[in-house]
């Protein structure tokens, strides 16, 4: 079954650091990843989203991922963060026809 | 465009009252979803409607119905709520054509069943 896990539920970093949020993603078939964003008290929003077209993955707010197969990964990171990033982050895949399943979450926390 | 709308924002129930939980999407999208979210556990999708007039179980269906009233509407009824529902509803919608198309999120109801 097609699946994805979210190592760290917690990830601090210092205002203008690097961002790294982890997601490894376990599938039979080619998989088709997506990073979403829920600000406090907000919905989903989508980041950014893995069709196979390319590996490097560019999204919203300065954000990319990397998808690698021999790793089975696809992590999201930001050069820099901001205040505004923080958030909870989750990694989904694709199961069927348009059915998310979606990891436990990573919560980022900013701080100056 | 609103996008994806739904009532009620909060709701407090006593376990074994009923609800319906509302939600309507002015995109013209043809697939509607139910998640629920709880802490450490991501979201879960309950139901989903692929297009107007059909529905499936997701991972969690049980305690749980919908409807799709129409193209922009669908709804997710609790009929004897426990407090294990307690949790936070989304409702999200997608266009069809492709396998991967871009879910977009309502802004969620938090239901407390006591």
């Known amino acids: 079954a097609q699946s994805v896990t979210q190592l760290g539920s917690h990830v601090s970093v210092s205002e203008g650091a690097l961002v790294l949020l982890r997601c490894n993603y376990s599938s039979s078939v080619p998989p088709y990843l997506f990073w979403y964003v829920q600000y406090p008290n907000q919905g989903l929003q989508l980041l950014l989203k893995y069709t196979s077209a390319a590996t490097l993955v560019k999204g919203i707010n300065g954000f990319e991922a990397e998808f690698k197969k021999s790793e089975t990964s696809f992590h999201l990171t930001k050069p820099s963060a901001h205040m505004s990033d923080a958030a909870e982050y989750f990694c989904?895949?694709?199961?069927?026809?348009?059915?998310?399943?979606f990891g436990a979450g990573t919560r980022l926390a900013v701080h100056p | 465009n609103a996008g994806v709308t739904q009532t009620p924002k909060f709701q407090v129930l006593k376990t074994g009252q009923s609800m319906t939980l509302q939600c309507a999407q002015d995109m013209n999208h043809n697939s509607m979803y139910w998640y629920r979210q709880d802490p450490g556990m991501g979201l879960r999708l309950i139901y989903y409607?692929?297009?107007?007039?059909?529905?499936d179980k997701g991972e969690v269906p049980n305690g749980y119905n919908v409807s799709r009233l129409n193209k922009r509407e669908f709804s997710l009824r609790l009929e004897s709520a426990a407090p294990s529902q307690t949790s936070v509803y989304f409702c999200?919608?997608?266009?069809?054509?492709?396998?991967?198309?871009?879910?977009?999120f309502g802004p969620g109801t938090r239901l407390t069943v006591l």
């Open positions: 989904a895949v694709i199961v069927g026809y348009n059915k998310l399943i």
């Open positions: 409607s692929a297009s107007e007039g059909t529905t």
């Open positions: 999200a919608s997608s266009t069809t054509g492709t396998v991967y198309n871009e879910q977009f």
